[in-house]
């Protein structure tokens, strides 16, 4: 038998009178004669001819919507338009029937919350074939990034004592007994006798350990999962996400913007160098989607041309308190069109806010500076105005918040009374804390939700469509 190849390599290539085996699942047969069959690779099938005459009838039979196959024979020019080459059957083996009248993806438009529903199987249809490559690429591009520029990849853990953001947010890890667990004097449950010996939790962040890492390498970055117990169940919020954390020694806020911007420029350049088809596929999809919307609600670009604009604009940098005079100033605001009006200082700014600005106000990637200290965290550096903190946020058009970060507050004395303010355990983080004490210096870093990445290049517009089995309120499926 010849060797296996991937479709991907022969649709590539302008060989042809070669002998391959190709393996996969069948898309559609047609007329008896027309396997459009695909590996998975690509989302172009292959066209597999086979001769009913020279087949098994067993065999015939089981060449069926779903079934996996296994195909050996030549490929030659194809007759047919639609394709320049195709597989000329030499043998057909079934490796897996499927049974197309049950099977539950359908050759027709089928929506995308019924495929939620189905996502165990959605990997095999065209639209979340191009979204999981993508995500693969942006993953790989992410790595490559910081490899090149010499980031040092750390693992923070999964399970922590801590809770990074100080929001409270966290899902629980513990082995004691739900139905009785150890209690202690005061009738609260005795963490002491649970597996580590004190209350754990999923971590909402890798931000303090990679701190740790930057204080000793200089540049480091975390790529992992990060669980958060919020209740928002919207578009853009999973209760397990991932999140990409660099965190740089030396680094002011100024650079710590640059490195967000050329990151995220870089990611996205990577994908339009290197994963055109998909992009091209949901690009298509993408249009096809705005057709059937008023025109008031289109988008003014394509899936390509907003990639393309954000690589070719630079981000808009602005502080918190020039946002809430154009908030407080705009149209929508003073129509009392918003749901949360702006009115003071020092409010925290809603998703409509955010969105307004990038979407309706810059139209382009934003980058909002020097929020109030009260609505960030604790570890943020505080500017001298004795109101504000070193802290940025970036804004993404039909996204949101993409990206928060700071620069941290590397002052001992500073910090600790910050936390005291904020009644955050100073005795258990000591650890975070002794940087400060050894040999501390400027540095900053930021996270990127990977998910929202994801969906920006790809212009789907739910966040369940992009991680392969979402985890969100009251659902985890699969
Ligand atoms: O703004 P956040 O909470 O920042 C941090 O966790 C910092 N420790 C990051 C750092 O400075 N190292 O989260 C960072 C990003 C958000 O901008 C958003 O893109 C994403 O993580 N994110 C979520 N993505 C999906 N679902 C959720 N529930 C998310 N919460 C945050
Ligand atoms: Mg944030």
């Not at 919207?234 to 100024?254: N, S, V």
């Not at 990151?263 to 994963?275: A, C, E, M, P």
């Not at 630079?314 to 929508?332: G, M």
Request: net charge negative.
């Amino acid at each position: 038998m010849s060797q296996r190849v991937k479709i991907k390599q022969i649709l590539l290539s302008d060989s042809v009178n070669y002998e391959v085996t190709v393996k996969g699942w069948v898309r559609t047969f047609r007329n008896n004669q027309f396997i459009a069959l695909n590996d998975g690779s690509t989302n172009n099938n292959l066209q597999v001819v086979v001769n009913e005459a020279d087949t098994d009838p067993a065999v015939f039979r089981r060449i069926t919507r779903g079934a996996a196959i296994s195909v050996t024979g030549q490929i030659v020019p194809s007759l047919g338009a639609g394709q320049k080459v195709e597989l000329k059957t030499a043998t057909l083996e079934i490796l897996g029937d499927c049974d197309a009248e049950v099977f539950p993806i359908q050759p027709k438009k089928q929506s995308l919350e019924f495929m939620r529903e189905i996502a165990h199987l959605r990997f095999r249809t065209n639209t979340f074939g191009a979204v999981f490559r993508l995500r693969h690429a942006l993953a790989f591009a992410v790595h490559k990034f910081f490899n090149d520029k010499g980031f040092v990849y750390l693992h923070t853990p999964i399970i922590t004592a801590s809770d990074a953001e100080g929001a409270g947010e966290m899902f629980r890890v513990s082995t004691l007994d739900p139905k009785n667990p150890p209690l202690n004097e005061n009738g609260d449950i005795d963490y002491k006798e649970d597996f580590f010996g004190r209350a754990t939790n999923l971590t909402v962040s890798g931000q303090l350990e990679g701190e740790l890492g930057a204080m000793a390498f200089g540049d480091i970055y975390t790529f992992g999962p990060t669980f958060r117990a919020e209740n928002s169940n919207t578009a853009r919020h999973l209760a397990e996400f991932w999140m990409i954390e660099p965190e740089m020694a030396f680094y002011e806020l100024k650079d710590n913007m640059d490195l967000a911007e050329e990151f995220i420029k870089y990611v996205i350049r990577y994908t339009l160098d290197n994963n055109r088809e998909d992009l091209d596929f949901l690009a298509q999809r993408l249009a096809e989607e705005e057709k059937q919307k008023p025109q008031a609600e289109r988008s003014p670009m394509g899936l390509i041309e907003k990639l393309e604009f954000v690589l070719n604009n630079e981000f808009t940098r602005i502080t918190y308190t020039e946002a809430i005079e154009i908030l407080k100033n705009s149209k929508p605001n003073k129509n009392k069109k918003f749901q949360f009006p702006v009115d003071e200082w020092g409010t925290d700014l809603q998703s409509e806010h955010e969105r307004y600005l990038v979407e309706k106000h810059f139209q382009k990637p934003v980058i909002l500076t020097d929020y109030p200290a009260a609505i960030k965290s604790f570890y943020m550096k505080q500017n001298d105005d004795g109101k504000t903190v070193r802290a940025m946020d970036i804004l993404f058009p039909g996204i949101g918040e993409i990206v928060g970060g700071s620069q941290r507050e590397e002052n001992y004395d500073k910090l600790v009374r910050r936390m005291n303010e904020l009644k955050i355990p100073v005795e258990e983080l000591y650890w975070y804390l002794d940087t400060r004490r050894f040999g501390t210096a400027p540095h900053a870093g930021f996270g990127l939700g990977f998910e929202r990445l994801v969906l920006f290049v790809t212009g789907m517009t739910n966040i369940r469509d992009v991680i392969p089995f979402p985890r969100t309120p009251k659902n985890a499926e699969f």
